[in-house]
């Protein structure tokens, strides 16, 4: 087959290339994206003839039907259907070409069906083959069975990988799945809290795994930083032979107190007697998860025995990394279990035997699927060296990294007995459980304020009066000032005044982040002050934003506000809009060809790739006052097609031209906004049960509408790994928009009440 792969900057030289080499009836096969610009694959007509003729024909009549016939019958010239020609692009590739109104609608619907090809490719990746034969995702797969991870979680990684994989390589893929497993794993993240605030641990595990070495290491822990007189050692093993002398040995090293008890003697008159000691560590006697005596051992540690009702134990599980998974398995949900019933479930985790460990998967795999939190881990004899703090990457990177392949690592996992099924589907339950968190997690601590709509989602189905009882604390300023501190406010995106279209509200201010990307943050418009100049000092003293990016050119006196207050601002202008060239008035329309060409950059706009072209020039208000027009013209990258033209006034400021720019773009990319927020609006009135409260209603809608702007517009791979989730919430293939988005983050945000409801029943 004499398929050839022509590459250009853009589709329109790549289309060039395509018709020196092969004519106007060549064939497109398929065009991409590519590092280098635009890839086609395409084939010269006679040689697609060669191929379709039957046996003894030089030159059919008729085409065969293409797979495509149903979506192409009634378009094109003849009756046959066939693929695309370069003949039949020529226009489409040309933004100012002129097209017949039946051959430009087909031509539109052709583009929107390749755009849902990539779609659909880009979600059956784990179809698809490679020429070496697997799929990215089997590989993807199989590097989790070689680091030990076990079937059940490689599936929940693997079931809804994200459509950038599609075109990602080796590397690129691999720092994707080390982050959704260091987003599900769960470590310790403060250790001089713990320590400082101490309190009364119990070591537990089975027999031989390290209590009491991994006993003396967390004391010594404490007496490097604290001194050796707030701790007080606690050991319950006398099952071992010289086990109490062991711990004697560390104690006596480390200066501090010891007591012994036995491994049925209550806990609480020892420790009521150990509360002057800020630390108390508890090696108790280690125990098989088989052994029926656990659970009575484990009451023991409850905190009806610690004495005191304010110090209870907390017991943390030592678990040896070396171990099989199904070992691991059972001893934590037996000694989980067990310390449920004792009134509280397990503290956390510590790892030992780590340098023993030829794979960590089968850990990390536990530790993750039951949500155990990693304090330390224990690589080691010496005291205290060889403990060191669970560090989340460092992990995920240390299972991955493995080479070779592991001789126990299944590939095909045996059909499950009908008891079987029912335990994954509970496992899986649990595992979207876990991917919900990660996911919400990941928006909490990126997305300044989504804390806030987390917080206001469930507001929504409270009654009326609680709805109006809550909305104050929501909206106080210096509240949500403090919880949009982890990325300080840039910009701020003021609404027009009026109502949107549509509705009786006008779109509130939201905040914008250095980068010019939205935050979760609204500011209701009716409860600022009535004036143009006084809504600015609000701001200012309230806010302070870098840039305040407004709707229309503000007038005298709010102009003389930003510029005694010395407040940074871009407005967007009308074609229409007036202003005075050489003592002449006119139109921005009329003024842009003979603008300055500035710069041109890459932006994402209504969920297209697009492409902006920024020019000015100087101009002059009525009053006089000198301002640069800015005019920006859009157009779609991979095609060229025009998206519209925009225009922009602003002070003239050549030390902030660059900001102003970036100021543009950031405006630019939100003008859907309106839309976006009137859509959510109306999406929770239609599933509301109960009367809403328009400013919480408004308040949530429009928080939604920011994040599901923010995941379309950034390229960041935690904005990459969020939005792959908040898709799958949807759960069918839908093309990447923020109206989907926004639909999949209400499905996320009512699938977790979904879980609280479940956990709380």
């Known amino acids: 087959m004499s398929v050839k792969r022509f590459v250009g900057i853009n589709s329109r030289e790549a289309m060039r290339q395509v018709r020196a080499a092969l004519g106007d009836d060549a064939l497109i096969l398929s065009n991409r994206q590519v590092p280098e610009g635009v ?13 379709t003729a039957p046996t003894g024909v030089a030159s059919p009549a008729v085409r065969p039907p293409s797979p495509l016939a149903g979506s192409w019958a009634g378009t094109q010239s003849s009756s046959e259907p066939g693929p695309p020609r370069v003949s039949d692009n020529v226009s489409v590739s040309q933004p100012g070409g002129q097209l017949p109104g039946d051959f430009a ?3 539109e619907r052709v583009l929107e069906e390749m755009q849902d090809l990539r779609a659909l490719l880009a979600s059956q990746m784990h179809t698809s083959s490679t020429p070496a034969g697997e799929s990215l995702v089997d590989r993807l797969r199989q590097r989790l069975y070689a680091a030990g991870f076990g079937v059940r979680l490689a599936q929940e990684l693997l079931e809804t ?11 690129q893929a691999q720092a994707w799945l080390g982050r959704q497993l260091a987003s599900r794993l769960s470590v310790l993240d403060d250790e001089d809290g713990l320590l400082d605030a101490g309190g009364v641990f119990a070591l537990v595990g089975p027999t031989g795994i390290g209590k009491t070495t991994t006993t003396a290491k967390l004391a010594a822990r404490y007496v490097m930083r604290h001194g050796a007189r707030g701790v007080a050692l606690v050991t319950t093993d006398s099952y071992r032979i010289g086990a109490h002398e062991q711990l004697r040995i560390y104690a006596r090293l480390l200066g501090v107190e010891v007591h012994a008890l036995e491994a049925d003697a209550p ?39 610690s004495g005191t009702e304010c110090r209870p134990i907390r017991r943390l599980l030592l678990l040896n990394a070396a171990s099989h998974g199904d070992t691991l398995e059972e001893v934590v949900e037996t ?14 985790a510590i790892l ?16 993750i699927r039951h949500g155990l939190c990693l304090h330390y881990l224990s690589h080691g004899q010496q005291v205290p060296e060889d403990l060191s703090l669970a560090e989340r990457d460092t992990l995920v990177q240390q299972a991955l990294s493995v080479a070779g392949q592991s001789s126990f690592a299944i590939d095909m996992p045996v059909a499950p007995s009908p008891g079987q099924r029912i335990q994954a589907l509970s496992r899986g339950l649990l595992g979207q459980g876990r991917t919900l968190a990660a996911s919400l997690s990941v928006l909490r601590r990126q997305v300044s304020g989504f804390a806030l709509l987390e917080e206001a989602w469930p507001m929504l189905g409270y009654p009326l009066e609680q709805q109006r009882a809550r909305i104050p604390a929501l909206l106080d300023i210096d509240r949500r000032v403090r919880h949009g501190q982890q990325e300080a406010m840039h910009h701020l995106l003021w609404g027009r005044t009026r109502p949107v ?3 009786d509200w006008a779109m509130p201010a939201l905040s914008l982040n250095a980068a010019g990307h939205a935050q979760a943050m609204p500011w209701l418009a009716h409860l600022q002050p009535a004036g143009e100049a006084e809504r600015l000092m609000w701001a200012e003293a309230e806010l302070g934003p870098a840039w305040h990016l407004l709707p229309s050119c503000p007038g005298g006196l709010a102009r003389d506000t930003l510029a005694n207050l010395g407040m940074a601002w871009l407005a967007m202008a009308q074609a229409n809009s007036r202003v005075m060239v050489a003592s002449e008035r006119h139109a921005l329309a009329d003024l842009c060809r003979d603008a300055e060409a500035r710069t041109q950059l890459a932006c994402r706009y209504r969920g297209r790739d697009a492409r902006l072209a920024l020019s000015r020039r100087a101009v002059a208000l009525g009053d006089g006052e000198r301002l640069h027009a800015w005019f920006g013209t859009l157009v779609e990258s991979e095609t060229g097609r025009p998206l519209g033209q925009r225009y922009w006034l602003a002070p003239q400021d050549e030390t902030h031209e660059q900001c102003a720019i970036e100021a543009m773009v950031a405006q630019l990319i939100h003008d859907d906004l309106p839309l976006l927020t009137r859509r959510a609006w109306r999406l929770i009135g239609e599933a509301s049960r109960t009367p809403l409260d328009t400013e919480l209603q408004l308040l949530v809608a429009s928080g939604l509408a920011a994040v599901a702007s923010r995941l379309d517009q ?5 904005a990459m790994d969020a939005r792959t989730q908040v898709m799958a919430a949807l759960g069918g293939r839908r093309t990447r928009s923020s109206t989907a988005l926004l639909e999949g983050l209400m499905h996320m945000l009512t699938a977790r009440d979904a879980f609280r409801l479940a956990g709380a029943q």
Do not use: C
């Open 39 to 51: 890839e086609i694959l395409a084939l010269a007509d006679d040689e697609h003839g060669r191929m």
């Open 105 to 107: 609608a087909f031509s």
């Open 161 to 171: 990988p994200p459509t950038e994989l599609l075109t990602a390589d080796e590397s």
């Open 267 to 305: 806990l609480g008159n020892l420790l009521t007697r150990l509360t002057d000691k800020r630390l108390v560590i508890i090696d108790t006697v280690g125990m098989s998860q088989r052994d029926q005596r656990l659970a009575g051992q484990i009451a023991m540690l409850g905190d009806s025995q």
């Open 335 to 348: 000694y989980q279990r067990a310390s449920l019933a004792a009134g509280a479930p397990l503290y956390g």
């Open 352 to 367: 030992t035997k780590v340098d023993e460990a030829p794979r960590l998967g089968a850990v990390l795999d536990i530790a």
């Open 501 to 503: 279209n549509g509705t």
């Open 714 to 718: 950034e390229r960041i791979d935690w």
